[in-house]
């Protein structure tokens, strides 16, 4: 591809050779003359001065090589995702049933869909036209999944769980297993029947070996446009907003509402109906507790989670401590000289 149909397809300005030849991308640090890259950020520039790229995504008004082919975009991140697409395109859903995969009579699959080996298919399930399901998936009974997914190899849909168009769910996540959700009775725990349904809005990303837990009764939901990173787990009753994005090892207890476009952290843990307003941002490793609201916009850290500027103030009295300790170590020994010399 040449720079100038990028530039094209990016609606972006060009300065220098239109016709440098493109072959692919690379980190910025390692490009050479036949590869795109971006610089973005406080360092763009010094990154930019020292890249071989052929051609680079910058930001307006930030200096590039006066040698180099630059395209000037708002967002070189984003601008740069664009083109690792065009760069590498997914390969085409090859449709067709492998002869090894279970299908029940009455399930009905669009045109289109790829059901790869082992796949098991249950009775009353509908798939969606373009549709594509890895080796050993199974998806249970009156379950739904919409047009153009893709199911990664292993992955386990449980009865009654409606999956919207576009989805993305990678290997080893399991959606619609029971919720935890036990009756403590005369010094023995009685499971409560967990009957109800999981739902998945459109293009929704789901990572390897995510959980998410079917409701005890009513749904549990991912809004559209949420993202969910490796081994993220979602609790019964959970109800999670649109453009949501949750790195990994994050844990929803049962009953948590997030809003739309809020942002957590890696490795954070939610207690039982616990809110998450929108456009909140949980920093990684932090703990809401149980039944906490986190206020739309706030930024929260650490367990007990808290607005960030009173968890860096926090951060800073504890790094006195030792410093603290000396003080009272020596007001002690003046204070004991003092009481000898009495």
């Given at each position: 591809?040449?720079?100038?149909?990028?530039?094209?397809?990016?609606?972006?300005?060009?300065?220098?050779?239109?016709?440098?030849?493109?072959?692919?991308?690379?980190?910025?640090?390692?490009?050479?003359?036949?590869?795109?890259?971006?610089?973005?950020?406080?360092?763009?520039?010094?990154?930019?001065?020292?890249?071989?790229?052929?051609?680079?995504?910058?930001?307006?008004?930030?200096?590039?090589?006066?040698?180099?082919?630059?395209?000037?975009?708002?967002?070189?991140?984003?601008?740069?995702?664009?083109?690792?697409?065009?760069?590498?395109?997914?390969?085409?859903?090859?449709?067709?049933?492998?002869?090894?995969?279970?299908?029940?009579?009455?399930?009905?699959?669009?045109?289109?869909?790829?059901?790869?080996?082992?796949?098991?298919?249950?009775?009353?399930?509908?798939?969606?036209?373009?549709?594509?399901?890895?080796?050993?998936?199974?998806?249970?009974?009156?379950?739904?999944?919409?047009?153009?997914?893709?199911?990664?190899?292993?992955?386990?849909?449980?009865?009654?769980?409606?999956?919207?168009?576009?989805?993305?769910?990678?290997?080893?996540?399991?959606?619609?297993?029971?919720?935890?959700?036990?009756?403590?009775?005369?010094?023995?725990?009685?499971?409560?029947?967990?009957?109800?349904?999981?739902?998945?809005?459109?293009?929704?990303?789901?990572?390897?070996?995510?959980?998410?837990?079917?409701?005890?009764?009513?749904?549990?939901?991912?809004?559209?446009?949420?993202?969910?990173?490796?081994?993220v787990h979602v609790a019964h009753n959970c109800r999670i907003g649109r453009h949501v994005v949750v790195a990994a090892q994050t844990g929803f207890s049962g009953g948590v509402v997030v809003g739309d476009y809020a942002v957590i952290g890696g490795q954070v843990g939610i207690g039982d109906k616990a809110k998450i307003e929108s456009g909140a941002v949980l920093g990684?490793?932090?703990?809401?507790?149980?039944?906490?609201?986190?206020?739309?916009?706030?930024?929260?850290?650490?367990?007990?989670?808290?607005?960030?500027?009173?968890?860096?103030?926090?951060?800073?009295?504890?790094?006195?401590?030792?410093?603290?300790?000396?003080?009272?170590?020596?007001?002690?020994?003046?204070?004991?000289?003092?009481?000898?010399?009495?």
């Amino acid at each position: 591809m040449r720079a100038r149909e990028l530039a094209e397809r990016l609606q972006a300005t060009l300065e220098g050779d239109p016709e440098v030849e493109l072959e692919g991308v690379a980190p910025i640090e390692a490009a050479g003359p036949q590869e795109l890259a971006f610089a973005a950020g406080r360092k763009a520039a010094e990154l930019a001065r020292g890249s071989r790229a052929g051609c680079l995504l910058l930001a307006p008004g930030v200096p590039g090589p006066a040698s180099r082919c630059i395209i000037r975009v708002a967002d070189p991140r984003a601008a740069f995702a664009r083109a690792v697409r065009w760069f590498h395109p997914e390969p085409e859903v090859e449709p067709g049933i492998h002869p090894s995969a279970t299908i029940a009579p009455d399930a009905r699959l669009g045109e289109r869909t790829s059901i790869g080996p082992r796949v098991v298919i249950s009775e009353g399930v509908s798939i969606g036209s373009g549709t594509r399901l890895g080796a050993g998936c199974f998806v249970g009974a009156r379950s739904s999944i919409g047009e153009g997914c893709t199911l990664h190899p292993n992955v386990t849909i449980y009865h009654e769980v409606r999956i919207g168009n576009r989805v993305t769910i990678h290997s080893g996540a399991v959606l619609g297993a029971d919720g935890f959700g036990f009756v403590l009775q005369e010094g023995r725990y009685e499971k409560f029947p967990q009957i109800g349904r999981v739902e998945i809005g459109d293009d929704v990303e789901i990572g390897a070996n995510c959980t998410i837990d079917r409701a005890a009764l009513g749904v549990t939901s991912i809004g559209e446009g949420t993202k969910l990173d490796n081994l993220v787990h979602v609790a019964h009753n959970c109800r999670i907003g649109r453009h949501v994005v949750v790195a990994a090892q994050t844990g929803f207890s049962g009953g948590v509402v997030v809003g739309d476009y809020a942002v957590i952290g890696g490795q954070v843990g939610i207690g039982d109906k616990a809110k998450i307003e929108s456009g909140a941002v949980l920093g990684s490793g932090c703990g809401v507790l149980t039944s906490k609201v986190i206020r739309s916009g706030q930024v929260v850290w650490g367990t007990p989670a808290r607005p960030l500027k009173e968890y860096l103030e926090m951060l800073a009295h504890l790094g006195r401590l030792p410093e603290l300790r000396e003080q009272v170590a020596e007001l002690r020994r003046r204070l004991e000289a003092l009481e000898a010399a009495k």
